[in-house]
C-alpha cells in the first residue's frame, strides 16, 4: 500500500471523527460529561473539517456515494463551526463601542485572572496588574499562599473580598471603588464561593459585580466537579440579574465556552451580553497550548455599558491569560 492511499485513508478517519463529533456537540441534554467537552473546541474541528475537506478533494480519484456523502458530512460540520464561531469575528457588537465623550468619572477597568493555584510565580501577576493598572482585580484559584503573595495589592486597592481555599476555587477580589452590599455566596458547592457586590464608581453611579468561577464538567480526584449533573451557577445568577434593578455586570472564569448551551441560557436569563461577539475569540486557556485553546474566562454585561478596550495579557505562570476590559456606566 503506498504513501498516498495511507493517507488517503488517515484523511477520511479524521474526517469521520470530525464530523461525528460536530453532529454530537450540538446535543446538550446528554448526561456523560465527555459528551459536554465537544462543544469546547469548536475552532479546531472548524480548522480540521476545512483541512480535511482540501486534502479529499484532492486525494479522491472515484467520486461515488461514499465520497459524496463524506464531503457532504464535512460541509455540514463546517457549517455548524461557522454558525458558532463567525458571530465573534463578524458579528454586531452585542456590546457597544464606548464613544469618545465619555466621562472619566463613568470608566472603570476590570482585570481577571485564573493564577492557577500550584504557580509559584506571584511576581508575574503582581506585575501584570501594575502594568495593565485595572481599577478592580479579580484572582481565581487563591489559596491562603496566594493572598499573603498578593497582600501587597492592598496599598493600591483599599476594597477587598477574599476568600481563600486549598479545593482550587479560592477567589480574591480588589478594588479601588468601594464595594458596598457585600456577599460571598455557594451555589452548588460547598468549597465553591462566588462573591457579589454592588461598585461604587467616583461618579456616585452603582453596579452590581458578580465574580464566578464555576466548576468544570470533566471529573477530578482532587477538586470539585460537575459530573453527571447540570452547571446551575450561572443559571442562578442570570436569575439574580434579572431581579437586580442596578447595572450588572458577571466576570470570571466560567469553566465554559461562552457558546455554550448552558452560558447561551444564563445570558438570556439575566438579559445579558457577551463582549466578545464582533470583537474575536480571546482565547485565555489553555495557555501552556498552542493548539487547544478556548475562552473560559468572560465579562458578561448588562445593556447599560459601553466597551472602551478589550485585551488578552500575556503569560503569568497559569494555564490561563489574564483578561482585561474596560468599560464606561454613562449617564
Not at 469546547?40 to 476545512?50: C, E, K, M, V
Not at 482540501?54 to 486525494?59: D, R, V
Not at 458571530?87 to 466621562?103: C, I, N
Not at 458578580?210 to 470539585?224: I, Q
Request: include cysteine; proline fraction near 6%.
Amino acid at each position: 500500500m503506498n504513501f498516498r492511499k495511507v493517507f488517503y485513508y488517515v484523511v477520511i478517519v479524521i474526517s469521520s471523527v470530525v464530523i461525528v463529533a460536530s453532529l454530537l456537540s450540538l446535543i446538550y441534554d446528554l448526561p456523560y460529561w465527555y459528551s459536554k467537552i465537544l462543544d469546547f473546541p469548536r475552532l479546531q474541528y472548524l480548522i480540521l473539517a476545512i483541512i480535511c475537506l482540501l486534502l479529499f478533494t484532492f486525494l479522491a480519484k472515484k467520486w461515488k456515494w461514499p465520497s459524496i456523502f463524506l464531503v457532504s458530512g464535512l460541509v455540514a460540520a463546517i457549517a455548524i463551526q461557522s454558525v458558532k464561531i463567525f458571530p465573534y469575528w463578524f458579528g454586531s457588537k452585542t456590546v457597544p463601542d464606548a464613544l469618545e465623550d465619555y466621562s472619566a468619572e463613568n470608566t472603570f477597568s476590570i482585570l481577571l485572572a485564573n493564577v492557577l493555584i500550584d504557580n509559584r510565580e506571584s511576581s508575574k501577576i503582581i506585575k501584570a496588574v501594575e502594568d495593565s493598572d485595572p481599577d478592580i482585580f479579580l484572582a481565581m484559584e487563591v489559596d491562603q499562599r496566594w493572598l499573603n503573595d498578593l497582600a501587597i495589592l492592598k496599598q493600591d486597592y483599599p476594597h477587598y473580598m477574599e476568600q481563600p481555599n486549598d479545593k482550587a476555587y479560592g477567589m480574591a477580589l480588589y478594588s479601588r471603588f468601594p464595594l458596598k452590599e457585600r456577599e460571598i455566596k455557594y451555589l452548588k458547592h460547598e468549597n465553591v464561593p462566588s462573591f457579589h457586590a454592588k461598585v461604587e464608581l467616583t461618579s456616585g453611579k452603582e453596579f452590581m459585580l458578580h465574580a464566578v468561577h464555576p466548576v468544570p464538567p470533566m471529573p477530578s480526584n482532587k477538586y470539585p466537579d460537575n459530573v453527571g449533573e447540570a452547571e446551575v451557577s450561572l443559571l442562578k445568577v442570570g436569575d439574580f440579574v434579572a431581579n437586580e434593578e442596578v447595572p450588572s455586570i458577571v466576570a470570571g472564569d466560567f469553566n465554559d465556552v461562552s457558546w455554550s448551551n448552558t452560558a447561551r441560557l444564563f445570558g438570556e436569563s439575566g438579559g445579558l451580553a457577551n463582549v466578545r461577539i464582533g470583537r474575536g475569540l480571546f482565547n485565555t486557556f489553555d495557555a501552556t497550548s498552542y493548539t487547544m485553546r478556548w475562552p473560559l474566562d468572560h465579562f458578561f454585561v448588562t445593556e447599560d455599558f459601553y466597551l472602551i478596550d478589550l485585551k488578552r495579557l500575556g503569560h503569568i505562570g497559569s494555564d490561563h491569560f489574564p483578561l482585561y476590559a474596560e468599560f464606561v456606566l454613562p449617564d
